[in-house]
Nanobody, 130 residues
Framework: QVQLVESGGGSVQAGGSLRLSCAAS????????MGWFRQAPGKEREGVATIYTGDGTTDYADSVKGRFTISQDTAKVTLFLRINNLKPEDTGMYYC???????????????????????WGQGTQVTVSS
């Protein structure tokens, strides 16, 4: 059973930066899509960044390209999301999620919808003030 625990959220002013972390445990020897998703009040959950553990392919939502960076530590037990130049519209609850899956090299996880992810953390709140 994979368990995910997020941390690193907070309240920041626009233009600031944050690094979110997701500590993972319970992995089997396999490949996973791992991603960061966010949900603002009254809005649907959206994927912002994903990484395929098999080859490290990353994908980003258009709204965050150039500002968000997803990465893993070498032991692949911690997932990170570096957020630069925060904007008020980045406000929301940020969730780490994972799904065990095997993909072709270079394909990435962009086509895997959030409903397919079966492991979720409890979320960490990011609030950006203007």
């Amino acid at each position: 059973q994979v368990q995910l625990v997020e941390s690193g959220g907070g309240s920041v002013q626009a233009g600031g930066s944050l690094r979110l972390s997701c500590a993972a445990s319970g992995y089997t020897y396999s490949t996973y899509c791992m991603g960061w998703f966010r949900q603002a009040p009254g809005k649907e959950r959206e994927g912002v960044a994903t990484i395929y553990t098999g080859d490290g392919t990353t994908d980003y939502a258009d709204s965050v390209k150039g500002r968000f960076t997803i990465s893993q530590d070498t032991a692949k037990v911690t997932l990170f999301l570096r957020i630069n130049n925060l904007k008020p519209e980045d406000t929301g609850m940020y969730y780490c999620a994972a799904v065990r899956i095997a993909l072709g090299r270079g394909r990435g996880c962009a086509g895997i919808g959030y409903s397919n992810y079966n492991y979720w953390g409890q979320g960490t709140q990011v609030t950006v003030s203007s």
